[in-house]
């Protein structure tokens, strides 16, 4: 159970409304976090870009020569991102997709981001969660995540992440290989929140 305040479950609708401005989480570059694992080759094979927003992570993938899919569940999101790879002319995939059936996309990836997805699902979604990433993870795959920690003070926002939970959401055919603080930039002020960075390999 999540020992964090309970929030009512954001839905669809909700992210898509968030995209009529820009909402805080897409600050117009890869997170830095996620940037380093890039630039050190911590990258690989095909990757599937969970929650993509407009596209950030998937065209810092594509842009090292990987074959990148992108997901998200808000139209608008996926629209901006598209924009943007034609843009940067990259050539990548992007999908309307809910993120708890990644089971239907019929594929299974070498690498697997998350940035700021996980931290949005409540107790069920969470479980339903990482049971969709593991029909969508290789074995021996790579899960990055990103998620807001119980570290940031406060209650706005989307729920905060112990340890605790990410260890136990990933007990199963799972291996946590790194789960340390780093930080979330975002487009508030002030502009960055305390998080977690975990690298979690699919056994």
């Given at each position: ?30 997170q ?39 997901i ?23 999908l309307v ?7 239907q ?14 931290h ?18 290789k ?65």
């Open positions: 159970m999540s020992d964090v305040p309970h929030r009512s479950r954001r839905t669809t609708a909700d992210f898509e409304d968030s995209y009529a401005g820009v909402p805080p989480w897409d600050i117009g570059m890869p830095p976090a996620f940037l380093a694992l890039a630039e050190t080759g911590r990258l690989r094979g095909s990757v599937l870009d969970a929650g993509c927003g407009t596209g950030e992570h998937t065209l810092m993938a594509a842009e090292r020569g990987l074959a990148a899919t992108g998200d569940a808000a139209p608008t999101a996926i629209a901006i991102a598209g924009r943007k790879a034609a843009d940067r002319g990259l050539d990548v995939r992007l997709h809910d993120a708890l059936e990644l089971d996309l019929g594929e299974r990836f070498d690498t697997v981001l998350d940035s700021g997805l996980f949005v699902f409540d107790d069920h979604d969470r479980a339903r969660y990482v049971e969709s990433l593991a029909a969508a993870t074995p021996g795959g790579v899960f990055h995540m990103l998620c807001f920690s119980d570290r940031q003070p406060g209650t706005w926002g989307p729920r905060r992440v112990s340890r605790g939970e990410i260890e136990h959401s990933f007990a199963g055919d799972w291996r946590i290989e790194v789960l340390e603080p780093v930080v979330f930039q975002t487009t508030m002020e002030p502009p960055e929140i305390d998080a977690w960075r975990a690298e979690i390999v699919r056994v």
